[in-house]
């Protein structure tokens, strides 16, 4: 079994697997490389991080006990 971690994403807490996280910090650096040289590139990141906060929290709702890399 995998370490769980919670963490604070957009002022949710979720609980979520560390491998997992390490993919979701990936992804969200990816993000910001790619927007850097966008003129609203906080506000565009802000919008995709909350869509994925509320994705990960139904995802919680529906009975997962954590986040896991599937």
């Keep these: 079994m995998e370490k769980i971690i919670n963490i604070n994403f957009q002022g949710r807490v979720i609980p979520i697997e560390e491998t997992a996280y390490e993919k979701l910090q990936q992804y969200v650096n990816s993000l910001r490389g790619y927007f850097a040289n966008e003129e609203s590139n906080e506000e565009i990141i802000n919008d995709i991080e909350n869509r994925i ?18």
């Design 53 to 70: 906060a509320e994705l990960l929290t139904e995802r919680l709702n529906i009975g997962k006990s954590c986040i896991g890399t599937d």
